[in-house]
């Protein structure tokens, strides 16, 4: 725009032009800068700084502006730094001079705030139900299979039998974790920063409640230097969406595992895998690796947002303009991501009878055999050394808990009788009735909480 330039002698240097203009990323701002420039115009005709004829034909024009680009037709110069200076410019080609008085009492600082505050609480907004939707994959998988049990690992090792549906539950509550975090994330981004000025506020009498109303804030904020300032909320943003997609790749990894030959748990739908260019047989769990992939580039993100605020004094500095594709790759990053990963669940197929095979090949109901010791009287400690030594026993006689016998059994501790032998993947799962354990029962109740969260809240 040319008046900006009113101050030097000469135009930028070309290169100067394009490493300073934000353009081609920013544009994706313009329906949230148009929103906040008629509630600016509006407001200030209310407030008798315009003329009520003066709003309405900005109005129009902005009208008209959103309207060329939404079709296509709209003129992106380069030499226009940003999608605020390039608005304005159209407005001014489109009505003339109304167009000089739009920018009275607003500052392109709180006028940025503001529309990137706009875009991050879309944003969350979209991220709140994508989360929802795969939560709700999560439920009906859980609820599909409530009765399979599958082995639970610590150290990728086999630990004890649970419930298949328990491990699917607990994504779900990651995920509510990850809902939670984003709510937060939006509370403090519907603060209006619409009203600060550069930096120290404005000297018309303006009305900031008005606009917050007009453009659906909670709040207004309480310091105009912090207002322009500041940009925590896309921090949030980012870093509840790399726990969000920390998540996603601990499943993504599961999703790997389970896939392969080795365990063989699942199949993935032919719509959710990818085949290899050399290798006819292969079927590949690509969607899976690249959410895990993409994970490293949201934390990417994160750490570059985080370093560019960290040495910034106050207030406004053109550094923040780095904000907007860290923030738009993350969201790009993260909706997406969610909702392949709904469809790939939703349409893999479990293999209950590899789980089971898996649950046969170790000694996976060893704890509860130590705890049959300890109904029977024994001290827990001891009894996890009784059991332990029948393990290394069984393990150098190629023996397993099923096919040792009672005399066996016997040797290791008197305590144990013909009952052992009832000890079943079942009822170890069954014992672990504990709120939030893998029993029946238990997992019952939280898939009826979960429907509860994710149908209602
Ligand atoms: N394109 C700028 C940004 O994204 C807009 C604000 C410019 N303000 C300024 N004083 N140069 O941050």
Redesign the pocket.
Known sequence: MSHIRSRFDKPPDELVVKYTS?LQY?WRLYSYDIRGSIAHARMLAKQGIITSDDAAQIEKGLALVAEEIEKGVFQFKPEQ??I?MAIEARLFELIGDPAGKLHTGRS??DQ?ALDFRLYIKEAVSQTLSSIRMLQKTLIAMAEANKAVVMPGYTHLQLAQPVLLAHHLLAYFEMLERDYGRFKDCYKRADVLPLGSGSLAGVTFNINRRFLAEELGFSEISHNSMDAVADRDFAIEYISAAAVCMMHLSRLAEEIIMWSSAEFKFIELDDAYSTGSSLMPQKKNPDVAELGRGKTGRVYGNLMSMLTTMKGLPLT?N?D??ED?ERVFDTVDTLVPSLQVFSGMLDTLRFKPENMKNALDRGFILATDLADYLVNKGEAFRNAHGIIARLVNYAVKNNKTLDTMSLDEYRQFSPLFANDVKKITMESSVAARNVPGGTSPGQVELALKRAKEIACNR
Request: charged share 45%; aromatic share 8%; proline share 0%.
């Open positions: 934000s920013d730094e940003d605020h392109r600082n940025v406004y053109r923040l303009q907007k």
